[in-house]
């Protein structure tokens, strides 16, 4: 019978992987996005262009411009609450994932919807 080891907790079991971690990251806030809208569920940024797509509670979808701060385009997706989207910026387009249980894929420069799935 051999003696137990103590238990490492989840802090120390990071340290030891890392070694010694450096100091902690500081981000600096270069423009604030402020507007008023329902609550906010997922932000996605585009990787080349300067916009922001929000999806919200309310079942909307929204791109804004992030150098004028201003909306550019919204989209009503459904009726209950929009929880995922994702730019497919290769494609010029859009998922977006609802408690409706359906994917949906917009073109954000047409607006069409290209694309539905679910159950």
Request: aromatic share 8%; hydrophobic share 35%; glycine share 4%.
């Amino acid at each position: 019978c051999r003696p137990r080891e103590p238990r490492q907790s989840g802090t120390d079991v990071l340290k030891l992987a890392l070694g010694n971690p450096p100091m902690p990251l500081r981000l600096e806030i270069k423009k604030k996005l402020s507007a008023r809208s329902d609550r906010v569920k997922c932000v996605d940024l585009h990787p080349t262009e300067p916009w922001v797509l929000s999806a919200l509670y309310s079942g909307n979808v929204f791109l804004w411009e992030t150098e004028s701060s201003s909306l550019i385009k919204s989209w009503e997706v459904c009726d209950l609450p929009v929880r995922s989207c994702k730019f497919i910026a290769r494609r010029s387009q859009f998922i977006c994932a609802s408690d409706d249980m359906y994917l949906r894929i917009y073109n954000y420069n047409t607006m069409e919807k290209i694309k539905t799935n679910g159950p």
